[in-house]
């Protein structure tokens, strides 16, 4: 085993920890940011045709600035920050904010379309302490609609699957304006064999709306559901998300503003991208009070949403709330072609510990020693 594989397994252990670490405290607690999206740059070097979230001439956010909401996300208790764009490579000073995310004991992710990596950037963000990368990658070839292709990236997945000592996971989205949506099945293939995460999103319009998916978007959907097969995704178990490709709404509580923010180039927090002008307040002045309230407030989008993240963390709210019903909602039993007829050994472990049916003496103690072993006291 080399020197980079042998650095990469004991980071995934101790990442590994954090994220439980992460998930118990979601679980205990609905007063605090789970995930937060901040926008280091506004500025892209392309131009994918759907997207919304790019210019070509912004500067980055000042360091200094960036630092400051760093630190404001980790005093309002937030766990995991996602730096993003734009594109993130541009920004001069992202490492210097990625090791200002793990100084606070956060989760650091960034989002890149991965044109500027080289093996010199790929170990720059390695001594950054970079939890995780996500990738975007649209097609094969390149095309009008977007420049993410693998044709174009395959050499920065050979280095980051070499030198990366962080996460990778690439991201496709499927669904209407995407050219050749059997594109996403090779592309999750070549992730599977470099050894490399995969997930794929569903097209959305600027408000976060689904776009309706066709017969065969539908099919690569499944087709590469059926060929990843990890223990519990969240993406793989989300029952809203399977509704809306069966072209179905959801009924479900969006807690974006409190338990996700997403912090714009200028610093106001906002739902989420898709919802930006909304509450729109400044981070540096963003209360407890604002959490809780924006948490609890409805949101009209939400029976079309198709921002995964949110629903990941409202399905964990579900745990804590409702674990019974929320574990039949994630794990339907005897549901033909369902991935599971019971939730996996570590899910029910952490729901019976932080989010018990009947609380017992003897569980108190349990989770008194879980919240010791996991520095969460
Ligand atoms: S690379 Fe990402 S940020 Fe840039 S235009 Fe494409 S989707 Fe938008
Ligand atoms: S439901 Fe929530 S996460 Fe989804 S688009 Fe609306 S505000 Fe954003």
Request: glycine fraction near 6%.
């Amino acid at each position: 085993m080399g020197l980079v594989a042998i650095r990469r397994a004991a980071r995934g252990w101790r990442r590994l920890y954090r994220e439980t670490r992460l998930f118990a405290q979601a679980l205990r607690s609905p007063h605090h940011p789970v995930f937060a999206h901040a926008v280091v740059t506004r500025r892209c070097n392309l131009a994918c045709s759907y997207c919304s979230e790019f210019d070509a001439i912004s500067k980055p956010v000042p360091t200094q600035e960036m630092l400051a909401r760093i630190d404001r996300l980790a005093a309002l208790g937030t766990t995991a920050v996602t730096l993003t764009g734009g594109e993130t490579l541009l920004h001069p000073d992202l490492e210097t904010t990625i090791a200002r995310i793990r100084r606070h004991g956060m989760l650091a992710v960034t989002i890149t379309n991965g044109y500027l990596l080289s093996i010199e950037r790929i170990r720059s963000l390695n001594r950054s302490g970079l939890d995780r990368m996500q990738i975007s990658i649209d097609n094969v070839q390149p095309d009008s609609v977007s420049m993410k292709s693998l044709r174009v990236l395959d050499q920065k997945l050979r280095w980051l699957s070499q030198y990366a000592e962080f996460q990778v996971h690439i991201h496709s989205v499927v669904g209407a304006g995407t050219a050749k949506p059997a594109d996403a099945l090779a592309i999750a293939r070549r992730a599977t064999r470099l050894g490399i995460g995969y997930s794929a999103g569903i097209v959305h319009d600027p408000s976060g709306r689904m776009q309706p998916l066709d017969q065969e978007s539908r099919d690569v959907i499944a087709q590469i559901e059926r060929e990843s097969k990890p223990l519990f995704s969240f993406a793989r178990h989300n029952p809203w998300r399977r509704n809306l490709i069966q072209g179905k709404p959801n009924d479900w509580h969006c807690p974006a503003g409190g338990r996700h923010l997403y912090v714009c180039e200028d610093g106001l927090v906002h739902y989420c991208m898709a919802q930006r002008g909304y509450p729109a307040i400044p981070l540096a002045q963003y209360t407890q009070d604002d959490i809780d309230r924006e948490s609890r407030k409805p949101k009209s989008c939400a029976p079309w949403c198709t921002v995964f993240c949110v629903h990941r963390i409202a399905l964990v709210d579900q745990l804590r709330t409702n674990p019974r019903q929320a574990l039949a909602t994630l794990f339907p039993s005897g549901e033909p072609g369902s991935a599971a007829s019971s939730p996996p050994l570590p899910i029910r472990a952490l729901t019976a510990l932080f989010a018990p049916d009947r609380p017992t003496a003897g569980g108190r103690l349990l989770r008194k020693a879980a919240l010791h072993l996991l520095s969460i006291d």
